[in-house]
């Protein structure tokens, strides 16, 4: 309802119309994402090295233009963020299981897609969850204040004080 009621009056470039019968599309498998760069260590596709790589020099231009940018090291996380990943607190499998859920809480659009299956071999089975998009992707953005009567989502929430804005999120997920 909200997709129709917002969308443009003329023809969108074919680039941004959305896929009608995604039944007649080949699935296109990448492998896993397991090459390391070499520069700054971000994980890639193969399909993403650049033919300049030699050996076990493994060069890409999508992180940091083969090295050519810089970006200072996370930090560590809290130790107690740490220990709900690894699994060493007690509430580690809820964290994961839910970990979704959580992200989405301080999002500013919501995404709209359809999942393959979560047994998918491919797929870690440990860990944090993962998934496939099958089809379509798109955002969903509001208006900066929510229409009359409804609640406030999404991005309108950091509008609002820390506390309401922290009730909202509770209510909503």
Request: charge should be negative; hydrophobic fraction near 35%; aromatic fraction near 8%.
């Amino acid at each position: 309802h909200y997709r129709e009621q917002y969308a443009p009056a003329g023809p969108l470039p074919l680039a941004m119309q959305p896929i009608q019968n995604d039944g007649v599309y080949n699935e296109l498998s990448l492998g896993k994402m397991e090459i390391k760069c070499s520069n700054c260590k971000a994980f890639h596709w193969k399909a993403e090295m650049l033919t300049t790589s030699r050996g076990e020099e493994k060069l890409f231009g999508t992180c940091c233009l083969s090295g050519k940018v810089r970006l200072p090291l996370l930090e560590e996380p809290p130790v107690e963020l740490l220990q709900l990943f690894n699994g060493e607190d007690h509430n580690s499998q809820n964290f994961l299981e839910n970990i979704r859920t959580y992200n989405a809480a301080y999002a500013f659009v919501s995404l709209g897609l359809k999942l393959q299956p979560q047994n998918d071999p491919e797929l870690p089975q440990t860990g944090v969850k993962q998934f496939k998009i099958k089809g379509e992707l798109w955002h969903s953005l509001g208006s900066l204040l929510p229409e009359p009567g409804k609640n406030p989502i999404y991005a309108q929430l950091y509008i609002m004080t820390p506390e309401t804005a922290l009730e909202r999120r509770l209510a909503n997920n």
